[in-house]
């Protein structure tokens, strides 16, 4: 039998260039007026963000995927009641290890809604219930902009700052309101949007590219890397590929126990054991106002990388079975 090498997954572009964008950040953070200027900048991204994505989200689209109600329950609450607890419990067993700000970041991750692009595709690579998956990344990300920002007020308040009537002011401001918006205008921008998904996609990404370098700006320049070491860095990728690994292993066991078939497990895997970057970053910089935001999002920076492997990986195994019949 001749040797293969071992196969594994590049590191994603993207995650390289948000790494650029810290260094340059690091290097080069925006001060004095600049930095003001930029956080209109980010404010003005963000409401983008979500007035695209209203544009984007199809209604009869989720209606159609309501039907397997028992799905989405199960993705819902893997996402938003057992991931929670997963990274609590990693936090509050390791919090002696870790700097405040990167355990807080830990528990952040466990609170995001699900992503849409990489639910989807991992799903369709393994074989899985694509509809299904769709329908629950969309439901995933509506539910985010309430219940995220009810989680952290939850349990982040008990830990520090809670979130107050300005933070809540700005989840309408800055998600909700452009989002409506974006809804309302689907009839007449839908099609456009949808014949150039590339912009679409660039748009996107730049606007989370403006929003990291504005979060490590601020970190650079109130020296709160001063208070991160390798060690610590080393720590909390660790624990973060733990917690994927515990939600992955656990939301397997569930959807098998409770008798889904394949595609339907596939989905409910790979739905459930996604944590969305782009929500993330832009959920902190409006509930974390005043408060390292560089160090809270670097976790779910490294979550991410991990995420990709693994289901990469994982996706890789369920289509080789699926291709090699019952």
């Known amino acids: ?37 930029l956080d209109l900048a980010v404010q003005a991204s963000i409401a983008a963000l979500f007035f695209l994505y209203g544009v984007r989200l199809a209604p009869q689209a989720v209606r159609a ?25 990693l936090a509050t067993t390791f919090r002696s290890w870790l700097p405040h700000d990167l355990a807080l970041g830990l ?32 439901l995933s990300n509506l539910a985010g902009m ?33 989002f409506l918006a974006g809804q309302l205008a689907r009839p007449w921008c839908g099609g456009l949007v949808s014949r150039h998904m590339s912009a679409v996609t660039a748009v996107d990404r730049g606007a989370i590219l403006l929003i990291v370098y504005s979060a490590f700006s601020h970190g650079m320049t109130a020296g709160i890397w001063q208070t991160v070491d ?28 409770l008798g889904f078939s394949r595609q339907d497990e596939i989905a409910i895997v790979f739905c459930g054991s996604k944590k969305s970057m782009a ?23 490294l979550f991410h990388q991990a995420q990709l492997f693994a289901c990469a990986t ?9 291709d090699a019949g019952p």
């Open 1 to 37: 039998m001749a040797f293969r090498p071992l196969s594994l997954p590049l590191p994603d572009p993207y995650l390289l260039a948000l790494a650029a964008t810290a260094g340059l950040a690091s290097l080069l953070p925006a001060r004095g007026p600049a930095a003001g200027t």
């Open 65 to 89: 995927g309501l039907v397997h109600w028992r799905l989405q329950a199960l993705i819902l609450a893997i996402t938003f009641v057992l991931f929670p607890l997963v990274s609590l419990a």
């Open 107 to 138: 528990m952040f991750i466990g609170m995001l809604p699900s992503t849409v692009q990489a639910s989807i595709a991992f799903t369709a690579l393994a074989r899985g219930n694509v509809p299904a998956a769709l329908c629950s990344a969309t």
């Open 146 to 178: 309430v219940v995220t920002p009810a989680l952290v007020a939850l349990l982040v308040s008990a830990r520090g700052p809670g979130i107050g009537f300005a933070g809540l002011r700005d989840i309408a401001l800055q998600l909700l309101l452009p």
């Open 230 to 257: 390798l060690a610590s860095l080393g720590r909390i990728a660790a624990l973060a590929t733990l917690m994927l690994a515990s939600v992955l292993v656990a939301s397997t066991c569930i959807s098998r126990g």
């Open 279 to 301: 929500s993330g970053i832009s959920l902190a910089n409006i509930l974390f106002v005043g408060q390292p935001v560089s160090l809270i999002v670097l976790p779910l920076m």
């Open 314 to 322: 994982l996706a890789r195994r369920y289509a080789a079975r699926a």
